[in-house]
Antibody
């Protein structure tokens, strides 16, 4: 079955960096684009970034542009989110999700999320 | 500020019906039929309940239905049950050719 497992979250000081990973299994990873979506405590969902199936296209939300970088290793079925210059506003649960547009209709998968807390 | 506008909260009694709106623009919600709705309970990942405006994934109750008129999509939940209490989000891609997702600000549904 399809699984997405995020890791790498934790407590980090303002201004520092952190790299999140999302390990995928149960589907043809190399065929799918991937998203990162975050949710600050008590707040709504915010789209963060997208990477195409082959890594050739990358997009970022305005609030993270220039600080975050998305990448993928198709040999390891893993997508990454490198987060630099972290601030308190980046404190959130970070989810990875599979692009559902080429999947069978109605198939939509998210990981369980990993919590990033930016605090001194 | 979210690109898609939802009411912050709605409420209803068990057995009643409620509707949550999601207003976007002519390029996203109004541009093509790719609006999705998610249900989220505390501490859980979002769960897809409607895709492509009005389709239900396998296993989702037929009490959930979706529609669209112009730049506004709507989620209707009929026969409210206590387990429907939670947060609901709409989403859409920015345009037919975009890979950028947009979310509504979310609507807190309270089942009285």
């Amino acid at each position: 079955q399809v699984q997405l497992v995020e890791s790498g979250g934790g407590v980090v000081q303002p201004g520092r960096s952190l790299r999140l990973s999302c390990a995928a299994s149960g589907f043809d990873f190399i065929s799918y684009g991937m998203h990162w979506v975050r949710q600050a405590p008590g707040k709504g969902l915010e789209w963060v970034s997208f990477i195409s199936y082959d890594g050739s296209k990358k997009y970022y939300g305005d609030s993270v542009k220039g600080r975050f970088s998305i990448s993928r290793d198709n040999s390891k079925n893993t997508v990454y989110l490198q987060m630099n210059s972290l601030g308190a506003e980046d404190t959130a649960v970070y989810y990875c999700s599979r692009d559902s547009r080429i999947a069978p209709p109605g198939e939509d998968y998210w990981g369980q999320g990993t919590l990033v807390t930016v605090s001194s | 500020q979210s690109a898609l506008t939802q009411p912050a909260s709605v409420s209803g009694s068990p057995g009643q019906s409620i509707t949550i709106s999601c207003t976007g623009s002519s390029s996203d919600v109004g541009g093509y039929n790719s609006v999705s709705w998610y249900q989220q309970h505390p501490g859980k990942a979002p769960k897809l309940i409607i895709y492509d405006v009005s389709n239900r994934p396998s296993g989702v109750s037929n009490r959930f239905s979706g529609s669209k008129s112009g730049n506004t999509a709507s989620l209707t939940i009929s026969g409210l049950q206590a387990e429907d209490d939670g947060d609901y989000y709409c989403s859409s891609y920015m345009s037919y050719t975009s890979d950028i997702l947009e979310f509504g600000g979310g609507t807190k549904l309270t089942v009285l």
